[in-house]
């Protein structure tokens, strides 16, 4: 019916896709768990706390060389001011205001939000959230320790100067720098992609 095989070709009818319509399916359900996983970290945020103080307290015991005790009962992890010396132990409260929660809460508002519209795929929309999650927990961790060394070597007024000014600073140049991150991981190659599957004219261009 058609001399030229590729006008046949592309008037041929083509097999439907089964993933086109599968996709915004998948990005609900991914979506519905990502709402669920953050109602569940805002529910049990002291549990999470808990975990955060073992980790600080892993960090600070490696760092300062000292014998750290993680509470059970409360996010409170206990070192000594003084190596060696038992009369000058002293305690670390993680308190909501320390923890990563404030953070980390957000962050999956805005990956759910990018999810729904498409704008990413779900994989490179979670790779990219795992990784400034991650981001966001180690700088939060750095913190608590920098508040860690101001309580061995300063007072009562430098560790509340380091703890409202310097901390809450770090934290929030911290999520700056996450959400920028976050969105070049979600949307890398996006736009050569976009130019590879526009239209062609046939030519070759070097």
């Not at 008037?11 to 953050?38: C, D, M, Q």
């Not at 990563?100 to 790779?127: M, Q």
């Not at 996450?178 to 046939?202: I, Q, S």
């Amino acid at each position: 019916m058609f001399d030229n095989p590729s006008v046949a070709a592309a008037l041929a009818p083509s097999a439907p896709r089964a993933t086109g319509s599968l996709a915004p399916v998948a990005r609900w359900l991914v979506a519905f768990g990502l709402v669920v996983a953050t109602v569940l970290l805002v529910v049990r945020e002291g549990e999470f706390r808990h975990l955060e103080t073992a980790l600080i307290g892993l960090v600070t015991g490696a760092l300062f060389a000292r014998e750290v005790r993680v509470m059970t009962d409360d996010p409170v992890f206990l070192l000594e001011r003084v190596a060696g010396d038992d009369t000058t132990w002293f305690g670390l409260h993680v308190t909501q205001q320390c923890s990563a929660v404030l953070f980390l809460v957000p962050l999956a508002v805005i990956v759910g939000f990018v999810l729904v519209t498409g704008r990413s795929t779900v994989a490179k929309l979670l790779v990219a959230a795992t990784g400034t999650a991650a981001f966001l927990e180690l700088v939060n961790v750095a913190r608590v320790e920098l508040l860690v060394l101001t309580a061995l070597r300063g007072g009562p007024s430098a560790f509340g100067w380091v703890h409202d000014t310097v901390g809450s600073a770090i934290m929030l140049g911290a999520f700056t720098v996450a959400l920028l991150v976050f969105f070049r991981l979600g949307f890398l190659g996006r736009g050569g992609t976009a130019r590879a599957t526009g239209p062609h004219d046939g030519t070759d261009q070097a």
